[in-house]
């Protein structure tokens, strides 16, 4: 994997190089690297060596990066998922153009559903679908309601994330630049970047072709809801059958 090559700027500092370099992550891979960036910042020693101005150390990576890349590893490690999960129905009810009801079901005599307002929540619910078929997730937002957490404990704001779903979400928030037009080749290049800089590579999977495949998935499925009428719904399974 490509290394991340610093500009020999006399001016600064390792650390300020690091934070640079992060800064361009974040334009790909977002609030992940943003939190990285803080923590890196804040373990920048301000005092320089008068004669070589890059002399201070560069720091270790701290307890937030290390916990986002040991997440990503633990939950994303592997794109062929065997999955022993019970089918969970899912159904997106268009009920207007900016609502629609999300239900789910892992018993046909059971459901739960909330409703949502569409440019908020529709693209990322179905790029968290995307990405974790795509890369085998049973511990993503959909294998979570599968194994049995509710809507209203996955959709609580207040609730912290294990590095898992913190991971997860990460690599969602970073493909949906490649939703919005971002080429794969950029969006790889980005989180490639993010790790270079900590020291460390992405998961091998995570590539251009993964990237794509997304895209695609996402391709469909956004199709599929715009040929929804009013009042009609799509149908999805997890795992998709």
Not at 76 to 94: A, D, E, G, H, S
Not at 160 to 169: K, L, R, Y
Request: aromatic content about 4%.
């Amino acid at each position: 994997m490509k290394r991340v090559e610093f500009i020999d700027e006399p001016s600064s500092t390792p650390c300020e190089r690091l934070v640079k370099s992060l800064d361009e992550a974040l334009s790909v891979i977002g609030a992940g690297a943003r939190e990285a960036q803080t923590s890196v910042r804040a373990s920048c020693v301000p005092e320089r060596d008068a004669h070589d101005p890059r002399s201070s150390p560069m720091p270790s990576p701290t307890p937030v990066v290390r916990d986002f890349l040991k997440g990503l590893r633990r939950s994303l490690r592997n794109p062929t998922r065997q999955c022993n999960l019970k089918p969970m129905r899912i159904v997106l009810r268009k009920l207007s153009d900016e609502r629609h009801e999300l239900a789910i079901s892992r018993d046909p005599a059971s459901w739960e559903t909330v409703e949502c307002e569409t440019r908020s929540y529709l693209t990322h619910d179905l790029l968290h679908y995307s990405v974790e078929v795509e890369a085998g997730v049973e511990s993503g937002f959909w294998g979570r309601l599968a194994a049995g957490a509710t809507l209203a404990k996955m959709n609580d704001r207040t609730r912290s994330m294990d590095d898992e779903m913190a991971a997860i979400e990460q690599v969602v928030g970073a493909l949906t630049a490649s939703v919005k037009g971002r080429s794969p080749a950029e969006v790889v290049a980005g989180m490639d970047r993010f790790a270079s800089s900590l020291g460390t590579t992405m998961p091998s999977w995570l590539t251009e072709s993964f990237v794509l495949a997304v895209q695609d998935r996402m391709r469909q499925l956004v199709g599929r809801w715009k040929a929804t009428p009013r009042g009609s719904m799509l149908d999805l399974t997890w795992p998709e059958s």
